[in-house]
Protein backbone atom coordinates (compact mmCIF):
# COMPACT_ATOMS: atom_id res chain seq x y z
CA UNK A 1 0.00 0.00 0.00
CA UNK A 2 1.39 2.91 -0.69
CA UNK A 3 2.11 5.84 2.19
CA UNK A 4 0.60 9.28 1.92
CA UNK A 5 0.19 12.08 3.88
CA UNK A 6 -2.54 12.23 6.30
CA UNK A 7 -3.83 15.35 7.46
CA UNK A 8 -4.07 15.70 11.23
CA UNK A 9 -5.79 18.83 11.74
CA UNK A 10 -8.20 20.32 9.05
CA UNK A 11 -8.34 23.76 10.75
CA UNK A 12 -11.83 24.23 11.25
CA UNK A 13 -12.27 22.35 7.62
CA UNK A 14 -15.13 23.54 5.86
CA UNK A 15 -17.30 22.89 8.69
CA UNK A 16 -19.85 23.60 10.94
CA UNK A 17 -17.55 26.84 12.53
CA UNK A 18 -17.41 30.15 10.74
CA UNK A 19 -15.02 32.65 11.40
CA UNK A 20 -16.60 35.86 11.21
CA UNK A 21 -13.93 37.56 9.63
CA UNK A 22 -14.52 35.49 6.78
CA UNK A 23 -17.82 37.04 5.43
CA UNK A 24 -17.52 38.81 2.78
CA UNK A 25 -19.58 42.36 2.49
CA UNK A 26 -21.57 40.98 -0.30
CA UNK A 27 -23.13 38.19 2.36
CA UNK A 28 -25.66 39.14 4.93
CA UNK A 29 -23.59 38.59 8.77
CA UNK A 30 -25.69 36.51 10.95
CA UNK A 31 -25.14 37.25 14.58
CA UNK A 32 -22.51 36.17 16.35
CA UNK A 33 -21.84 34.00 19.71
CA UNK A 34 -19.71 35.57 22.61
CA UNK A 35 -17.36 33.44 21.51
CA UNK A 36 -17.19 34.53 18.05
CA UNK A 37 -18.70 31.35 16.41
CA UNK A 38 -21.90 31.30 14.21
CA UNK A 39 -24.62 29.15 15.69
CA UNK A 40 -26.18 26.45 13.71
CA UNK A 41 -29.37 28.14 12.68
CA UNK A 42 -27.38 31.38 12.07
CA UNK A 43 -25.13 28.89 9.45
CA UNK A 44 -28.27 28.35 7.74
CA UNK A 45 -28.45 31.47 6.78
CA UNK A 46 -24.90 31.13 5.50
CA UNK A 47 -26.16 27.87 3.58
CA UNK A 48 -28.60 30.14 2.11
CA UNK A 49 -26.03 32.68 -0.02
CA UNK A 50 -24.33 29.28 -1.32
CA UNK A 51 -28.25 28.61 -3.01
CA UNK A 52 -27.16 27.50 -6.18
CA UNK A 53 -30.43 27.98 -8.16
CA UNK A 54 -32.40 31.05 -8.80
CA UNK A 55 -29.81 32.99 -10.22
CA UNK A 56 -28.61 35.12 -6.92
CA UNK A 57 -25.49 33.00 -5.85
CA UNK A 58 -22.35 34.53 -5.46
CA UNK A 59 -19.24 32.47 -6.22
CA UNK A 60 -17.37 34.97 -3.63
CA UNK A 61 -20.05 33.18 -0.92
CA UNK A 62 -19.19 29.96 -2.20
CA UNK A 63 -15.37 30.86 -1.73
CA UNK A 64 -15.80 32.95 1.65
CA UNK A 65 -17.13 29.75 2.66
CA UNK A 66 -14.44 27.54 1.29
CA UNK A 67 -12.30 29.76 3.19
CA UNK A 68 -13.81 28.87 6.34
CA UNK A 69 -11.46 25.83 7.09
CA UNK A 70 -8.82 28.65 8.22
CA UNK A 71 -7.85 28.36 11.79
CA UNK A 72 -8.11 30.72 14.51
CA UNK A 73 -4.96 31.57 16.87
CA UNK A 74 -3.79 29.00 18.85
CA UNK A 75 -4.23 30.86 22.24
CA UNK A 76 -7.78 31.30 21.28
CA UNK A 77 -8.45 27.52 19.91
CA UNK A 78 -6.91 26.26 23.45
CA UNK A 79 -9.69 28.22 25.38
CA UNK A 80 -12.65 27.62 22.86
CA UNK A 81 -11.23 24.17 23.09
CA UNK A 82 -11.97 23.76 26.60
CA UNK A 83 -14.99 25.28 26.99
CA UNK A 84 -16.40 23.00 23.88
CA UNK A 85 -15.49 19.91 25.44
CA UNK A 86 -17.13 20.86 28.62
CA UNK A 87 -20.35 20.67 26.52
CA UNK A 88 -19.56 17.75 24.34
CA UNK A 89 -17.08 15.48 26.84
CA UNK A 90 -14.78 12.64 25.71
CA UNK A 91 -16.75 9.51 24.65
CA UNK A 92 -13.66 7.47 26.12
CA UNK A 93 -14.22 9.23 29.29
CA UNK A 94 -17.94 9.12 29.31
CA UNK A 95 -17.99 5.39 28.69
CA UNK A 96 -19.24 4.32 31.89
CA UNK A 97 -21.86 7.05 31.67
CA UNK A 98 -23.03 6.30 27.98
CA UNK A 99 -23.35 2.49 28.89
CA UNK A 100 -25.41 2.73 32.01
CA UNK A 101 -28.22 5.12 29.91
CA UNK A 102 -28.01 1.58 27.40
CA UNK A 103 -28.92 -0.88 29.59
CA UNK A 104 -32.00 -3.02 28.98
CA UNK A 105 -31.88 -1.43 25.62
CA UNK A 106 -30.43 -2.40 22.21
CA UNK A 107 -27.83 -1.06 21.17
CA UNK A 108 -27.23 -0.06 17.14
CA UNK A 109 -24.25 1.77 16.05
CA UNK A 110 -24.13 3.92 12.96
CA UNK A 111 -20.83 4.56 11.85
CA UNK A 112 -19.73 7.36 9.24
CA UNK A 113 -16.42 6.22 6.99
CA UNK A 114 -14.39 8.99 6.08
CA UNK A 115 -12.75 11.01 8.84
CA UNK A 116 -14.41 8.68 11.24
CA UNK A 117 -13.30 4.99 10.19
CA UNK A 118 -10.31 6.01 8.21
CA UNK A 119 -8.16 8.90 8.49
CA UNK A 120 -8.72 11.97 6.34
CA UNK A 121 -5.66 11.48 3.59
CA UNK A 122 -4.99 14.09 -0.07
CA UNK A 123 -6.48 10.95 -2.04
CA UNK A 124 -9.92 9.83 -1.59
CA UNK A 125 -9.62 7.13 -3.74
CA UNK A 126 -6.31 5.73 -0.96
CA UNK A 127 -8.48 6.61 1.77
CA UNK A 128 -8.06 3.11 3.73
CA UNK A 129 -9.07 1.87 6.87
CA UNK A 130 -6.73 0.03 8.67
CA UNK A 131 -7.14 -3.99 9.48
CA UNK A 132 -7.36 -2.90 13.39
CA UNK A 133 -10.35 -0.62 12.94
CA UNK A 134 -11.84 -3.63 10.25
CA UNK A 135 -11.32 -6.20 12.61
CA UNK A 136 -12.78 -3.69 15.59
CA UNK A 137 -15.81 -3.02 13.26
CA UNK A 138 -16.22 -7.07 12.46
CA UNK A 139 -16.89 -7.72 16.33
CA UNK A 140 -18.85 -5.17 16.87
CA UNK A 141 -20.82 -6.14 13.99
CA UNK A 142 -21.53 -9.24 15.73
CA UNK A 143 -22.41 -7.58 19.19
CA UNK A 144 -24.84 -5.16 17.71
CA UNK A 145 -26.48 -4.22 14.57
CA UNK A 146 -24.27 -1.93 12.48
CA UNK A 147 -24.24 0.27 9.64
CA UNK A 148 -22.14 2.40 7.88
CA UNK A 149 -23.66 5.44 6.61
CA UNK A 150 -21.19 7.68 4.05
CA UNK A 151 -21.27 10.50 1.05
CA UNK A 152 -19.27 7.96 -0.97
CA UNK A 153 -20.90 5.75 -3.48
CA UNK A 154 -22.15 2.32 -1.72
CA UNK A 155 -20.00 0.19 -3.75
CA UNK A 156 -17.04 2.07 -2.84
CA UNK A 157 -17.18 2.00 0.60
CA UNK A 158 -18.30 -1.62 0.64
CA UNK A 159 -14.50 -1.89 -1.35
CA UNK A 160 -12.76 -0.04 1.59
CA UNK A 161 -14.70 -1.67 4.59
CA UNK A 162 -14.92 -5.03 2.84
CA UNK A 163 -17.34 -6.74 5.53
CA UNK A 164 -20.38 -8.10 4.23
CA UNK A 165 -22.20 -8.38 7.75
CA UNK A 166 -22.61 -4.61 7.99
CA UNK A 167 -25.71 -2.72 6.45
CA UNK A 168 -24.51 0.29 3.98
CA UNK A 169 -26.22 3.33 3.34
CA UNK A 170 -24.42 5.23 0.50
CA UNK A 171 -24.44 8.28 -1.62
CA UNK A 172 -25.06 10.06 1.73
CA UNK A 173 -27.90 7.74 2.87
CA UNK A 174 -29.68 7.75 -0.68
CA UNK A 175 -28.71 3.60 -1.76
CA UNK A 176 -29.05 1.57 1.42
CA UNK A 177 -28.50 -2.45 1.44
CA UNK A 178 -28.72 -4.97 3.46
CA UNK A 179 -26.21 -7.32 5.35
CA UNK A 180 -25.02 -9.89 2.47
CA UNK A 181 -23.46 -12.64 5.07
CA UNK A 182 -23.34 -13.45 8.20
CA UNK A 183 -24.87 -11.13 10.34
CA UNK A 184 -27.71 -12.43 12.76
CA UNK A 185 -29.58 -9.03 12.94
CA UNK A 186 -30.52 -9.59 9.10
CA UNK A 187 -34.06 -8.76 8.60
CA UNK A 188 -34.49 -9.69 4.66
CA UNK A 189 -32.69 -11.09 1.86
CA UNK A 190 -29.43 -8.75 0.54
CA UNK A 191 -31.03 -6.16 -1.46
CA UNK A 192 -31.26 -3.00 -1.90
CA UNK A 193 -33.56 -1.39 0.34
CA UNK A 194 -33.76 1.96 -0.60
CA UNK A 195 -33.06 4.09 -3.31
CA UNK A 196 -35.17 7.41 -3.07
CA UNK A 197 -33.10 9.24 -5.82
CA UNK A 198 -33.07 6.68 -8.84
CA UNK A 199 -34.57 8.68 -11.26
CA UNK A 200 -31.63 11.61 -10.70
CA UNK A 201 -29.52 8.70 -12.19
CA UNK A 202 -29.00 10.20 -15.87
CA UNK A 203 -29.05 13.97 -14.44
CA UNK A 204 -26.39 12.64 -11.87
CA UNK A 205 -23.89 11.48 -15.08
CA UNK A 206 -24.94 13.88 -17.45
CA UNK A 207 -23.67 16.83 -14.46
CA UNK A 208 -20.47 14.72 -13.69
CA UNK A 209 -19.50 14.61 -16.81
CA UNK A 210 -19.81 18.35 -17.36
CA UNK A 211 -17.82 18.90 -14.48
CA UNK A 212 -15.18 16.56 -14.92
CA UNK A 213 -15.03 18.63 -18.27
CA UNK A 214 -14.80 21.79 -16.98
CA UNK A 215 -12.94 21.27 -14.19
CA UNK A 216 -10.16 20.01 -15.73
CA UNK A 217 -7.98 23.66 -15.96
CA UNK A 218 -7.98 24.04 -11.94
CA UNK A 219 -4.83 21.81 -10.97
CA UNK A 220 -5.54 19.66 -8.34
CA UNK A 221 -9.80 19.75 -8.88
CA UNK A 222 -10.73 16.01 -8.41
CA UNK A 223 -14.66 15.22 -9.47
CA UNK A 224 -15.99 12.03 -7.54
CA UNK A 225 -19.09 10.34 -8.82
CA UNK A 226 -20.67 8.53 -6.06
CA UNK A 227 -23.02 7.49 -8.03
CA UNK A 228 -26.63 9.72 -6.40
CA UNK A 229 -24.74 12.62 -5.68
CA UNK A 230 -21.16 14.06 -6.70
CA UNK A 231 -17.98 15.82 -5.07
CA UNK A 232 -15.94 18.25 -6.13
CA UNK A 233 -11.93 18.04 -4.27
CA UNK A 234 -10.77 21.04 -3.79
CA UNK A 235 -8.02 19.92 -0.96
CA UNK A 236 -5.65 19.75 -3.39
CA UNK A 237 -5.79 22.88 -5.18
CA UNK A 238 -4.24 25.93 -4.41
CA UNK A 239 -6.61 28.44 -2.18
CA UNK A 240 -5.84 30.98 -5.26
CA UNK A 241 -7.15 29.27 -7.87
CA UNK A 242 -10.85 28.20 -5.49
CA UNK A 243 -12.80 31.20 -6.72
CA UNK A 244 -12.13 29.86 -10.28
CA UNK A 245 -13.27 26.50 -9.01
CA UNK A 246 -16.41 27.71 -7.47
CA UNK A 247 -16.99 29.44 -10.97
CA UNK A 248 -16.70 26.68 -13.07
CA UNK A 249 -19.02 24.21 -10.65
CA UNK A 250 -21.35 27.41 -10.49
CA UNK A 251 -21.42 28.00 -14.27
CA UNK A 252 -22.66 23.81 -14.59
CA UNK A 253 -24.92 23.97 -11.54
CA UNK A 254 -26.90 26.90 -12.49
CA UNK A 255 -28.69 25.00 -15.30
CA UNK A 256 -29.35 22.07 -12.85
CA UNK A 257 -32.04 23.38 -10.60
CA UNK A 258 -33.07 20.10 -9.21
CA UNK A 259 -29.26 19.76 -7.58
CA UNK A 260 -27.86 21.38 -4.62
CA UNK A 261 -24.83 22.07 -3.11
CA UNK A 262 -23.85 21.25 0.05
CA UNK A 263 -19.75 21.22 2.19
CA UNK A 264 -17.75 18.80 3.76
CA UNK A 265 -14.03 18.40 4.51
CA UNK A 266 -12.57 20.52 1.68
CA UNK A 267 -15.14 19.24 -0.80
CA UNK A 268 -18.52 20.58 -2.19
CA UNK A 269 -21.11 17.99 -2.68
CA UNK A 270 -23.52 17.89 -4.81
CA UNK A 271 -26.97 15.69 -4.70
CA UNK A 272 -30.64 16.26 -5.59
CA UNK A 273 -33.14 18.01 -3.62
CA UNK A 274 -34.86 15.32 -2.52
CA UNK A 275 -35.98 15.63 0.97
CA UNK A 276 -33.53 12.51 1.95
CA UNK A 277 -30.31 12.58 4.04
CA UNK A 278 -28.28 10.69 6.73
CA UNK A 279 -30.62 11.33 9.17
CA UNK A 280 -33.50 10.42 7.28
CA UNK A 281 -31.23 7.35 6.61
CA UNK A 282 -30.67 6.49 9.81
CA UNK A 283 -34.53 6.54 10.55
CA UNK A 284 -35.36 4.28 7.71
CA UNK A 285 -32.27 1.30 8.75
CA UNK A 286 -34.09 1.45 12.54
CA UNK A 287 -37.59 0.85 10.71
CA UNK A 288 -35.95 -1.86 8.51
CA UNK A 289 -34.54 -3.11 11.61
CA UNK A 290 -38.09 -3.35 13.62
CA UNK A 291 -36.99 -0.45 15.27
CA UNK A 292 -38.95 2.23 14.66
CA UNK A 293 -41.75 2.35 17.49
CA UNK A 294 -39.37 1.11 20.02
CA UNK A 295 -39.16 2.64 23.43
CA UNK A 296 -35.82 0.47 24.47
CA UNK A 297 -33.52 1.03 21.40
CA UNK A 298 -30.15 3.25 21.68
CA UNK A 299 -28.97 4.40 18.82
CA UNK A 300 -25.35 6.12 18.58
CA UNK A 301 -24.11 7.41 15.31
CA UNK A 302 -20.54 8.45 15.33
CA UNK A 303 -19.23 11.09 12.43
CA UNK A 304 -16.98 13.78 11.64
CA UNK A 305 -18.73 16.16 9.33
CA UNK A 306 -21.34 18.43 8.54
CA UNK A 307 -23.78 16.22 6.43
CA UNK A 308 -23.51 14.24 9.75
CA UNK A 309 -25.25 16.80 11.99
CA UNK A 310 -28.18 15.09 9.81
CA UNK A 311 -28.31 12.13 12.08
CA UNK A 312 -26.95 13.44 15.18
CA UNK A 313 -30.22 16.28 14.61
CA UNK A 314 -32.61 13.03 14.72
CA UNK A 315 -31.21 11.45 17.67
CA UNK A 316 -31.73 14.17 19.58
CA UNK A 317 -34.94 14.90 18.40
CA UNK A 318 -36.11 11.55 19.07
CA UNK A 319 -34.51 11.64 22.39
CA UNK A 320 -33.13 8.42 21.67
CA UNK A 321 -29.22 7.66 21.90
CA UNK A 322 -26.98 9.78 21.03
CA UNK A 323 -24.36 11.35 18.63
CA UNK A 324 -20.59 11.65 18.79
CA UNK A 325 -18.38 13.77 16.23
CA UNK A 326 -15.02 13.35 15.76
CA UNK A 327 -13.15 16.68 15.89
CA UNK A 328 -10.03 17.88 17.49
CA UNK A 329 -11.42 21.15 17.00
CA UNK A 330 -14.78 22.98 18.53
CA UNK A 331 -17.64 22.66 15.92
CA UNK A 332 -20.93 23.26 16.08
CA UNK A 333 -22.80 20.18 16.63
CA UNK A 334 -25.60 18.23 18.02
CA UNK A 335 -23.73 15.55 18.84
CA UNK A 336 -23.35 14.84 22.81
CA UNK A 337 -20.13 13.46 23.13
CA UNK A 338 -16.74 13.85 20.79
CA UNK A 339 -13.72 11.96 20.30
CA UNK A 340 -10.78 13.53 18.95
CA UNK A 341 -9.51 11.07 15.18
CA UNK A 342 -10.43 7.34 14.19
CA UNK A 343 -7.61 6.06 16.54
CA UNK A 344 -10.20 7.22 19.41
CA UNK A 345 -13.28 6.14 17.56
CA UNK A 346 -11.62 2.43 16.98
CA UNK A 347 -10.92 2.45 21.24
CA UNK A 348 -14.27 3.30 22.15
CA UNK A 349 -15.50 0.47 19.38
CA UNK A 350 -13.36 -1.64 21.39
CA UNK A 351 -14.62 -0.89 24.61
CA UNK A 352 -18.33 -1.47 23.59
CA UNK A 353 -17.68 -5.00 22.49
CA UNK A 354 -15.39 -5.80 25.69
CA UNK A 355 -18.35 -4.06 27.47
CA UNK A 356 -21.06 -6.32 25.63
CA UNK A 357 -18.93 -9.53 25.92
CA UNK A 358 -18.93 -8.92 29.62
CA UNK A 359 -21.74 -7.95 30.47
CA UNK A 360 -23.75 -11.33 29.74
O1 LIG B 1 -19.79 10.56 4.68
P1 LIG B 1 -18.34 10.24 4.56
O2 LIG B 1 -18.05 8.76 4.55
O3 LIG B 1 -17.51 10.96 5.58
O4 LIG B 1 -17.93 10.79 3.13
C1 LIG B 1 -17.82 12.20 2.91
C2 LIG B 1 -16.86 12.43 1.77
O5 LIG B 1 -15.68 11.71 2.14
C3 LIG B 1 -14.62 11.65 1.18
O6 LIG B 1 -13.97 12.91 1.14
C4 LIG B 1 -13.32 13.23 2.35
O7 LIG B 1 -12.27 12.27 2.60
C5 LIG B 1 -11.21 12.26 1.60
C6 LIG B 1 -10.25 11.13 1.96
O8 LIG B 1 -9.76 11.24 3.24
C7 LIG B 1 -10.54 13.64 1.59
O9 LIG B 1 -9.51 13.66 0.59
C8 LIG B 1 -11.59 14.71 1.27
O10 LIG B 1 -10.99 16.00 1.35
C9 LIG B 1 -12.74 14.63 2.27
O11 LIG B 1 -13.78 15.53 1.90
C10 LIG B 1 -15.14 11.21 -0.16
O12 LIG B 1 -14.09 11.27 -1.11
C11 LIG B 1 -16.34 12.04 -0.60
O13 LIG B 1 -16.83 11.51 -1.82
C12 LIG B 1 -17.41 11.90 0.47
O14 LIG B 1 -18.57 12.61 0.08
Request: charged share 30%; hydrophobic share 35%.
Given at each position: ???????????????????????????????????????????????????????????????????????????????????????????????????????????VMFLDY???LS?????????YM?D?MRATVRKLAGCFPTAIVS?RCRDKVYNFVKLAELYYAGS?GMDIRGPSKGSKYKKSPPSVLCQP?S???????????????????????????NKF????????????????????????????????????????????????????AL?FLLESLGY?????????????????????????????????????????????????????????????????????
Open positions: MTKQKVVVADGIDMAVVVPPALFSAEVKKPPLMPNGYITMNKKKLLLQNLEINGGTTRVNAWVESMRASSPTSNRKRTQDQSTWMDRHPSALNMFDEITNASKGKQIDGTPIVDDPDRASAGHAEYLPMIDEVYGLLMEKTKSTPGAKVENCLSVHFRCVEEKKWSELAAQVRSVLKDYPKLRLSQGRKVLEIRPTIKWDKGKEANCTDVFPIYIGDDRTDEDAFMVLKERGQGFGILVSKIPKDTSASYSLQEPSEVMDFLQRLVDWKRHSW
